[in-house]
Antibody, heavy 127, light 109 residues
Framework: QVQLVQSGAEVKKPGSSVKVSCKAS????????ISWVRQAPGQGLEWMGG????????NYAQRFQGRVTITADESTSTASMELSSLRSEDTAVYYC????????????????????WGQGTTVIVSS | EIVMTQSPATLSVSPGERATLSCRAS??????LAWYQQKPGQAPRLLIY???TRATGIPARFSGSGSGTEFTLTISSLQSEDFAVYYC???????????FGGGTKVEIK
């Protein structure tokens, strides 16, 4: 049974950076992908990007390009998401989620949805 | 970018009644669609993938249909625990892009 446990809440100043971690237990970390999704207060879900550890590939939503970095450490089964140049609009709950996949090759996958989610990490950006 | 539009924004339903939620994609995504349920203060839960396949442990009262640009999530007989917000998500271009719809809140009538 895979579980994802995220780091704790953060309060940050505008212009600074935040790094949120997501530690997986159970399962084989390198056999699936991890996405990061955020949810601003009272708003919907927004995909920020993801990583496929087995291939070492990352992909980012265009609106976060240049501001977000997603990494994975297979030795500790931990994925991380760092968001820089924070502004008040980045105040949100940040979730990691397992993308359940079957990887045929680096360019060909079967995708079955985000089936395991972390508990969420609240990030508040305020001066 | 593929835009996902859900309707209605809010659906008022009595317990035991059927709920029908819609999701439209701005271009064809074949059957590359998932549905999620989110309750207040909780992370989302995967309900459906491949437009119509229930995820592990999801009750049979949840069903998904559609392909191309039009999709439907049906809850056949609403239980008290089903009142929540539901999101559709397209993964046609995964891993390069995922997008969610704006959500439909199912509330007690």
């Amino acid at each position: 049974q895979v579980q994802l446990v995220q780091s704790g809440a953060e309060v940050k100043k505008p212009g600074s950076s935040v790094k949120v971690s997501c530690k997986a237990s159970g399962g084989t970390f390198s056999s699936y992908a991890i996405s990061w999704v955020r949810q601003a207060p009272g708003q919907g879900l927004e995909w920020m990007g993801g990583i496929i550890p087995i291939f070492g590939t990352t992909n980012y939503a265009q609106r976060f390009q240049g501001r977000v970095t997603i990494t994975a450490d297979e030795s500790t089964s931990t994925a991380s998401m760092e968001l820089s140049s924070l502004r008040s609009e980045d105040t949100a709950v940040y979730y990691c989620a397992r993308d359940l996949i079957t990887a045929i090759s680096p360019d060909y996958f079967y995708y079955y949805g985000m089936d395991v989610w972390g508990q969420g990490t609240t990030v508040i950006v305020s001066s | 970018e593929i835009v996902m539009t859900q309707s209605p924004a809010t659906l008022s339903v009595s317990p035991g009644e059927r709920a029908t939620l819609s999701c439209r994609a701005s271009q064809s995504i074949r059957s590359n669609l998932a549905w999620y349920q989110q309750k207040p203060g909780q992370a989302p839960r995967l309900l459906i993938y491949g437009a119509s396949t229930r995820a592990t442990g999801i009750p049979a009262r949840f069903s998904g249909s559609g392909s191309g640009t039009e999709f439907t999530l049906t809850i056949s007989s609403l239980q008290s625990e089903d009142f929540a917000v539901y999101y559709c998500q397209q993964y046609h271009n995964w891993p390069h892009l995922l997008t969610f719809g704006g959500g439909t809140k199912v509330e007690i009538k």
